[in-house]
């Protein structure tokens, strides 16, 4: 079930002693993994560089719906930007629960697909009553006719503070999902309560639903608190990786 949607995947709070595995690191596996899994080695059609592993994590090579490890083998397992590429979701998603009590998932939202879309993303993602819903964009006639991808994932991400600051706090194009026991998915529903989010235009009440309106009070602690994330991953170090 869902415990709560963190800010990031550094806004958990994981015990120091605990064993951690992340599932699909690619290029840029958290700090916190011991242990790194990948499915595709030899090419990077499902990710943007050459897959990398901090000095301290082991790294195996493995397909994430069928995990080589024992159950509840780890405390908890990430899996960043993975989802929205494999095959069975379902599947994918029973194997982290069943390595791990507690995780964290992260994957574009429906608007984010909209706005960069990727060929070697499967499905369109939204989260609706607390549960990760997924629709296959084949099922749904999901078209790209302009690609404007590098607007929002490159340029206006290096050199729009405004910009940084509006994914912060509203996460428009990303649902950061943090789990305990199993995550509750539904894969291609049917019910129109699910389906209208997919297939029809989107209604005021719509937005509001999936992005409430706050309090200029709220608002301002928000962006206050996103200048500080901002500034301090600004100035910290970055890590020493290793390629594989």
Not at 28 to 51: G, L
Not at 97 to 117: A, D, F, N, Q, T
Not at 170 to 176: A, D, E, K, M, Y
Not at 185 to 194: A, D, F, G, L, Q
Request: net charge positive; charged share 30%.
């Amino acid at each position: 079930m869902k415990i709560k949607n963190p800010k990031s995947r550094y806004h958990i709070k994981i015990p120091y002693k605990s064993k951690v595995l992340e599932v699909g690191g690619g290029h840029n596996p958290h700090r916190r993994s011991n242990v790194v899994v990948d499915k595709f080695i030899d090419s990077n059609f499902h990710r943007k560089a050459d897959i990398k592993v901090l000095k301290h994590q082991k790294f195996l090579q493995a397909d994430g719906e069928n995990l080589p490890f024992k159950d509840q083998e780890f405390d908890f397992v990430f899996c960043n930007h993975v989802l929205e590429h494999v095959d069975n979701p379902e599947v994918f998603l029973k194997e982290q629960s069943r390595v791990s009590p507690r995780g964290y998932l992260e994957v574009p939202s429906m608007i984010g697909e909209i706005l960069h879309p990727k060929k070697s993303h499967k499905w369109l993602i939204l989260e609706i009553d607390n549960k990760i819903v997924m629709m296959d964009k084949e099922v749904v006639g999901f078209e790209v006719k302009h690609d404007i991808g590098f607007l929002f994932l490159r340029y206006l991400t290096k050199y729009s503070l405004a910009y940084a600051i509006l994914r912060y706090t509203h996460g428009l194009t990303t649902i950061r999902y943090e789990w305990e026991g199993s995550v509750d998915v539904i894969v291609n529903p049917t019910e129109e309560k699910y389906t209208k989010y997919f297939t029809k235009t989107w209604s005021l009440d719509d937005y509001k639903e999936f992005y409430p309106t706050r309090s200029k009070f709220s608002e301002l602690c928000s962006v206050i608190a996103a200048l500080f994330y901002i500034i301090f991953n600004f100035l910290k170090p970055q890590n020493k990786k290793n390629n594989v």
